[in-house]
């Protein structure tokens, strides 16, 4: 089983110059916890319901005051669509992720979720992908950096 | 998916002082074999033996040539490599089952022999592209993007497990949350150390 097997092929996108308001009501309304951001066509950023928190607390300002293009560029931790779901799994958890953008080449050809490896591998369970330990989750200094 | 229990571990390592350390700390909970070279292993390497930790780097028979030996004599029971040599392309064709840097503390050893057990009693196939995917998350591990891309022998183990994926669907089903959980962390850690931070 591979990563293009599970992911979520559609995801929402916002423009480089929309607020966090904007990311959030897009999120809200298709029940997903991550948004990516384009930028001339490409998806630069993957803004995720945590980084949206994170950028609430670290910034104390109405959503529709906080740029999209305010977060980090990049997607460097991601996972390729012919990747296996064990090595997806295992990045999930090095990484600390709820989710993985799925990149081949330069373009973006969905999102991997935790609930996606959940639902589809039938000894796999919430704990397994993540790490315990989060209780720094609040205390970096940008909104995005870590 | 068959029980497998370890109750002997065979150490093979030529500093002889380590060796005896390990003798030691996994004598509390195993019947351990220890061999100082190579090829005191391959004599003592017998059927009541149920995992090895190997070293890599040994006078006279290398850890490499010893693993090669062992599975040409169709002894098929987990091994780890215990190394301070980091994974390098020449592991794609190694039959390993996991790959421990030194150096690794008391609890790193019963982790390793609890995950070798979880490995043991997987079928042949579904152990072999599990062992597939282990090497590949060590060299991940190890090398940059661009040493990768510019891998031969990284290219066929992708190749490789690419196929076997297509032969192997939930590759979870049959073995219980303890034992995935095992694997899972396998991959992780020879992934590398955990981010920091949260990725996301």
Redesign the interface.
Known sequence: ??VKHIMTGEFETVSRGQTLDEAVELMLGNEVE?ILVIEEGTPMV?I?R??ALLACYKTDAPLSEIPVSGFSRGL??NIGP?E????A???L????????PVVSGMSVEGVLTRDDVIE??????DN??E?DE?R??WT?QSLD?? | MMSYTITTVLIVEDETQLTDQYAQALGAEYSVVTAYSGAEALEVADESVDAVLLDRRMPGLSGDEVLDRLRDRGRDYPVAMLTAVRPDWGIVEMGFDDYLLKPVDIQGLYDAIDRLEALGGIDRETREYIRQNIKQASLEGQKDDSELASSAEFAALKSDVLERSSEIGDVTAGLSQEETELIVSTISRNLGPPDSGRSD
């Open positions: 089983m591979l991550h993957m995720t945590r980084k460097e931790t012919n296996t779901v064990l090595i799994v295992g990045k958890r090095q990484a600390k992720a709820d989710c993985l589809n591998l039938s000894s796999i369970t397994m992908t790490e989060r720094d989750e970096a950096e870590r």
